[in-house]
């Protein structure tokens, strides 16, 4: 079961946090629909070689990132889209396309699009195409300390 990981992080922090099953769905715009989460509250996680190293870029499920605008953002001209087949070793745990913005139980490093920290609530896929988990920003802000960037997104 992929969420039990992400469930015991959380529950060893002592994060209040909401866990909401619903019909099978990958993409994050489906996920979101299927959860009835609006695709702007729902947040997609995207893995990204940035700087020669893997990284979780977290944005709203409705939006994608600009990878132009991106690359000079971080002064990175070769940062790029991570392919399924470089990152799934990271995740053993996750269906792929599924996994949780939580970077600290990979390793990884986690940014922000500026636009979430507005939010009260992140819902976020919980490892498999089946459960996410909804709960307070502050919290995830908390526990996974991200970096907050203000990026361009196009609309999905």
């Known amino acids: 079961m ?7 992080f959380l529950d060893g922090r002592g994060i209040k946090y909401v866990t909401i099953r619903h019909s099978p769905a990958v993409t994050a715009a489906e996920v979101a ?28 499920s409705s939006r994608r990132i600009v990878l132009h605008d991106l690359r000079e953002l971080l002064e990175s001209p070769e940062a790029r889209f991570a392919t399924e087949t470089e990152f799934c070793e990271e995740f053993p745990d996750c269906e792929v396309g599924a996994m949780p913005p939580l970077g600290n139980l990979y390793n990884l490093p986690v940014l922000v699009e500026e636009s979430i920290t507005k939010e009260s609530e992140i819902t976020f896929n919980a490892g498999s195409h089946t459960e996410i988990i909804n709960m307070a920003y502050a919290d995830f802000a908390d526990a996974v300390k991200p970096t907050v960037l203000k990026f361009m997104t196009t609309v999905s």
């Open 2 to 8: 992929p969420a039990q990981k992400v469930r015991e």
């Open 33 to 60: 629909a299927s959860a009835h989460v609006a695709g702007r509250d729902f947040a997609k996680t995207v893995i990204m070689w940035l700087g020669g190293h893997l990284a979780i870029v977290v944005l709203p």
